[in-house]
Nanobody, 131 residues
Framework: QGVVVESGGGSVQAGGSLRLSCTAS????????IGWFRQAPGKQRDGSEA???????????RYADSVKGRFTISRDKDKNAVYLQMASLIPDDTASYYCAPDVVLPPRGSRCYAIAPYNDWGQGTQVTVSS
């Protein structure tokens, strides 16, 4: 059982939207820096590249090229939640989605990642996109 809890997944048709939520299992999110990851069917979960990350201390955001322009990460401090708004979904977005705290957002570039080895994953939330 991880320190964060993911929710909001579901089944949608291609072109649809979903909003995923990342909250803390014990109250406050444990870090200003939260990232979203995914594990596609038949593939290993990989913390080396996040889909999207946010650093609430300075507002910095990062997006992987595969989701840039379609996904938006945001944080609501009043609700202790980080959201991943997903739009223009495609079948390749089908995966289990996970969030993780304490991600690294380098000063330049678009990449962000979990500190390795990261083993405190939550249960994730399933997103299925049909064509």
């Amino acid at each position: 059982q991880g320190v964060v809890v993911e929710s909001g997944g579901g089944s949608v048709q291609a072109g649809g939207s979903l909003r995923l939520s990342c909250t803390a299992s014990g109250g406050l999110l444990p870090s200003d820096r939260i990232g979203w990851f995914r594990q596609a069917p038949g593939k290993q979960r990989d913390g080396s590249e996040a889909l999207a990350c946010i650093d609430s201390s300075d507002g910095k955001k990062r997006y992987a090229d595969s989701v840039k322009g379609r996904f938006t990460i945001s944080r609501d401090k009043d609700k202790n939640a980080v959201y991943l708004q997903m739009a223009s979904l495609i079948p390749d977005d089908t995966a289990s989605y996970y969030c993780a705290p304490d991600v690294v957002l380098p000063p330049r570039g678009s990449r962000c990642y979990a500190i390795a080895p990261y083993n405190d994953w939550g249960q994730g939330t399933q997103v299925t996109v049909s064509s």
